[in-house]
């Protein structure tokens, strides 16, 4: 895979983290080890949502 | 020859291309200087300053150390403390601190030259924005990533933590009616602009719904299609603009589009969240980052001439757009790009909950406010490409250079920097709007600058008025976002700090509350929007001092707290790192504040303008239709000399109980207790 190539996908994959995609398998993953009951994907992402608006989240 | 000579060679190359960049910058006269001379010095301070100053902070004044267990490895829960890779949390940490102010600020603050405020960009940047960014994040981190009014409590002194919880909230309204007025400045008479803008909302509302029911969370697919549909919006503004029949809808005036906004402000603040905030707040992250990117890229492919002069003559304090002199007004008019108290309440939020280890705070505190600041660089690049009497033509209001073409025209070629009514038709043309004469705020001359950028890149000339509406709608895309992601944020806190008198007042979901504290937070900046909107002098000229003045006073207390835990922490022989920026900070904000409250000057002291006013009133110089207007502007004159005391006290109360401390503790009259969570053995790799 060429440089260019290989920049490219990390940057994509940067995004996925940075746009938070990985967040809910990620809290499956620590939920389930803790044996708690699991909420949806989507009750998950509106809840994150409201916590990350809830503060100060962006600068002028 | 060995490694070691070679970084010492290669570190000397850079200090002297560094050295001979800036000599280019600050002693040619006569002829304009490339424009790459300047991001060429920028860049080599910057390397230099990480290289070395962000080493030796690191090194010896923190002493950072990855043996021990970040909060996000102790804590983690897989939701609010995440171990997260450095390169993610680089890319939250600056997503949240790149705000318009570095954009706003150097554009404005060039009517002193672009000589200035570079300077103070950069160095205020290395030695004071990065230094605050960098030790509030450690000091976070050490302390379970505590918020900076929590540490303020518990480091400095509960008087001092009620002053920085005031204080954040204040600043709130100053920072959202500010930033409201850019974009009515940059919206009025713009049918173009604000067909986009408006398009955007449900654009927006699709994607919320998209992304909340369709394909929960695929923000990237989401925001994909969506710059899809906004680069369309764009586009399609022309036919809008160009219609007879919807123009005439989207042409509003400055009062109007104020409305507009505080409306929607409020009905952001009270609807569900995923709906349009978040959504929205998506595609302005990704549009900032691409634009600034391509604006770099753009400065170094067009490697254009500067043409405004390194000082002018506004150094003096006669400036157009703003009164007063270079010190403290330059200072305080480049808040973000140099040094930026709001940036201590991102470093102090979310970003010390997924550092994975200390080292990290280094790159993202210090390094990301580093980026941030070359941001400020760009801005101030894009504004002395422009001829300087388009510059003065765009940004001076009305009631300084007058309402006409050939009156403005006069009166800026009088200073010395020649325009004609034809050339600024010409640009407006070109550019696809009615007029650029008065459009204070800085937003559109920045679009102009960067539009100038891009279009002489790639040789796309003939794009210039989309090139033009591309960067009105990023600037306004992202400032409503901040607009109203800043009117939720300042919602519940107000919540929570009327919960402490009034429980159901405290709780989030319970919607009478809901809605009285949304309405009072709109009411709070519309307030300010509206009075900057009728102000004749533009807005800008009073506005803007007083939120780069609360911006500062944050950084005041950011940096009080540092200090006070350096000294905590046995450390008192490095605390100059944080106490000679907020040496300098007290400095300019102390003489800011006085002068803007006392100075004899009408345009520059509120209580003179006041004064003046009352005197013409008196004397019946005012005519009779006027006159309700002016004793309503008399009021809001002497309200922001209120506003501007208040926040001189704040500093000095927070500045009082911290030097009490030091020299409490320098005496060894009271002994230093370090609130640290404790040391606990990290397990995790890097």
């Known amino acids: 895979m060429t440089f260019l190539a290989k920049l490219t996908c990390f940057c994509w994959r940067l995004l996925k983290e940075v746009a938070g995609e990985n967040d809910y398998a990620r809290y499956c993953r620590r939920a389930g080890a803790d044996g708690a009951k699991l909420m949806t994907a989507e009750k998950f992402y509106v809840l994150q949502l409201r916590q990350k608006y809830s503060r100060i989240n962006r600068c002028c | 020859m060995g490694v070691m000579a070679a970084k010492r060679i290669f570190w000397l190359a850079i200090a002297l291309l560094a050295a001979l960049s800036l000599a280019m910058i600050a002693f040619v006269r006569g002829e304009p200087v490339n424009a790459v001379w300047l991001v060429v010095a920028a860049a080599c301070c910057y390397a230099l300053g990480y290289r070395f100053y962000s080493r030796f902070i690191a090194l010896r004044v923190l002493e950072l150390n990855d043996e021990r267990a970040t909060p996000a490895e102790r804590l983690e829960d897989g939701r609010d403390f995440v171990p997260t890779n450095k390169w993610v949390v680089f890319g939250h940490h600056f997503a949240a601190i790149a705000g318009p102010g570095p954009l706003v600020g150097p554009i404005l603050a060039a009517q002193f030259g672009y000589l200035p405020g570079t300077l103070w960009i950069v160095a205020g940047g290395l030695v004071g924005g990065c230094v605050q960014d960098f030790v509030t994040l450690f000091c976070s981190i050490r302390r379970n990533g505590k918020s900076l009014g929590q540490m ?375 307030y300010f929007l509206i009075q900057g909107v009728v102000d004749p002098l533009g807005g800008i000229n009073s506005l803007w001092p007083l939120f780069g003045i609360s911006n500062q006073l944050l950084a005041t207390i950011a940096l009080c707290v540092a200090t006070t835990i350096l000294i905590k922490m046995g450390k008192k022989r490095y605390a100059w790192v944080t106490m000679a920026p907020l040496a300098w900070l007290v400095a300019i904000t102390m003489t800011a504040s006085y002068q803007k409250i006392w100075h004899p000057d009408p345009r520059l002291g509120f209580l003179a303008q006041a004064s003046d006013l009352s005197a013409q009133l008196a004397a019946g110089t005012i005519p009779a239709a006027k006159v309700a207007e002016t004793q309503h502007l008399i009021f809001n004159l002497r309200l922001d000399a209120a506003v501007t005391a208040i926040f001189a006290f704040l500093v000095l109360v927070i500045l009082a109980e911290s030097g009490r401390n030091w020299w409490l503790y320098t005496v060894g009259r009271k002994v230093p207790v370090l609130r640290e969570a404790p040391m606990k053995l990290s397990r995790i790799s890097a």
Request: glycine share 12%; charged share 10%; aromatic share 12%.
């Open chain 2, 152 to 526: 303020a409590k518990e480091e400095v002194s509960e008087v001092g933590g009620w002053t920085a919880v005031l204080a954040v909230l204040f600043i709130m309204v100053i920072v959202i009616a500010v930033i409201a007025l850019v974009v009515v400045n940059a919206l009025k008479s713009s049918p173009w602009g604000l067909s986009t803008i408006s398009m955007i909302i449900p654009i927006a509302m699709f994607l919320g719904v998209y992304l909340r029911y369709f394909r929960v969370g695929r923000v990237r697919e989401a925001s994909v299609i969506g710059f899809m549909l906004v680069l369309g919006a764009v586009i399609g503004g022309r036919y809008v603009a160009e219609s007879p029949t919807f123009a005439h809808y989207f042409t509003c005036g400055g009062l109007s589009l104020a409305w507009i906004i505080i409306i929607c402000g409020f009905l952001t603040s009270v609807l569900p969240v995923w709906l349009l905030l978040a959504p929205r707040d998506y595609l302005a992250t990704f549009i900032k980052l691409g634009t600034i990117l391509l604006l770099a890229v753009g400065i170094l492919l067009a490697h254009p001439q500067m043409l405004l002069p390194p000082l002018t003559r506004f150094t003096d304090g006669t400036g157009p757009i703003f009164a007063g002199k270079v010190f403290p007004f330059c200072f305080i008019t480049i808040a973000c790009g140099a040094i930026s108290g709001f940036h201590s309440l991102i470093a102090t939020g979310t970003t010390p909950k997924l550092i994975r280890k200390e080292s990290q705070a280094r790159m993202i505190g210090y390094g990301g406010m580093m980026i941030e600041s070359f941001v400020g660089v760009m801005a101030m690049v894009a504004a002395a490409v422009l001829q300087p009497g388009v510059y003065f033509a765009i940004n001076s209001p009305a009631g300084v250079v007058g309402a006409t073409a050939d009156k403005a025209t006069a009166t800026i070629s009088g200073w010395g920097f020649p325009v004609t009514a034809q050339t600024m038709s010409d640009l407006a043309t070109r550019v696809g709007e009615i007029t650029l004469f008065n459009r204070t705020g800085g937003a559109p001359s920045l679009a102009v600058g960067m539009a100038h950028i891009f279009s002489g890149t790639l040789g796309m000339g003939r794009l210039e008025a989309l090139w033009y509406h591309f960067a009105i709608m990023f600037e306004a895309l992202f400032i409503l976002t901040l607009l109203d992601a800043g009117t939720r944020a300042g919602r519940f806190m107000l919540q929570e700090l009327l919960g402490h008198f009034w429980k159901p007042l405290g709780r989030t979901q319970w919607y009478p509350g809901v809605f009285i504290t949304s309405a009072i937070i709109v009411a709070a900046w519309g």
